[in-house]
């Protein structure tokens, strides 16, 4: 697919003071130096085999979020060379990128992945598991909670907005509680519903299709 230079100048206008990543993993690198040029300089990849080629190839001022599921085995790979992990979903997975960011001194920006909607195909943290969740990363002196990233369940849009309000209000509970975290990011809303998630309060959202064409 290919950039819509207008579609994707327009969504930058449209989502202030939000943040765009544009899902890359329609495009290669060719179009991303495009995005750029755009102005649009957050790419957002969900495959680590195919950001660390885009990675190699791409030369530019942009930065990558890492927004797919990660596997633990796959995080030595990326922890230097993205900004922000917005997928971070088990406590094994948290364990690891404690680990490997120690190993090189780095302090890692993650967001939580929760699963405010129950489903059972989809990955995160269930809401009632966040406390524990930061109980733990009390102990990750390394990993620097950022905030959360959900996905909205896929059922008629005007229907998503209550899945996206309430990530808000667990944030917003969150925040109270753990003064000690940064806590002021809320990943969420993609091409179909990224303007609900507006709405409720979206600091970050990750589009995909709706700035492509074929
Ligand atoms: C692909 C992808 C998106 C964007 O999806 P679109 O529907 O193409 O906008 C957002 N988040 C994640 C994790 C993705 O993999």
Redesign the pocket.
């Known amino acids: 697919m290919f950039v819509n230079d207008a579609v994707v100048k327009e969504m930058l206008e449209k989502v202030k003071p939000a943040k765009l990543?544009a899902?890359t993993?329609?495009i290669d690198e060719k179009e991303i130096e495009k995005l750029e040029n755009c102005g649009c300089l957050y790419f957002?990849e969900?495959r680590v085999q195919a950001f660390l080629e885009k990675y190699e190839q791409y030369h530019g001022q942009g930065h990558w979020h890492f927004?797919?599921?990660l596997q633990k085995n796959k995080v030595k790979y990326i922890i230097d060379k993205v900004e922000l992990i917005?997928?971070v979903n088990s406590f094994h997975l948290i364990d690891e990128l404690e680990k490997q960011a120690q190993k090189r001194g780095l302090k890692v920006h993650i967001l939580i992945q929760v699963n405010i909607a129950k489903e059972e195909s989809k990955h995160g943290f269930d809401e009632e598991e966040m406390d524990q969740v930061m109980e733990y990363l009390s102990h990750c002196p390394s990993l620097i909670v950022d905030g959360l990233?959900m996905?909205a369940p896929h059922i008629e849009v005007q229907q998503t907005r209550i899945y996206f309000r309430k990530t808000r209000e667990l944030l917003e509970t969150l925040k109270t509680k753990y003064p000690q975290y940064p806590l002021h990011e809320l990943s969420m809303g993609?091409?179909?519903d990224?303007y609900i998630a507006l709405e409720e309060g979206a600091t970050i959202v990750?589009?995909?299709?709706?700035?492509f064409k074929e």
């Open positions: 990543v899902a993993k329609y957002g969900n927004i797919g599921t917005h997928s990233m996905m993609m091409s179909e990224y990750r589009i995909g299709r709706a700035l």
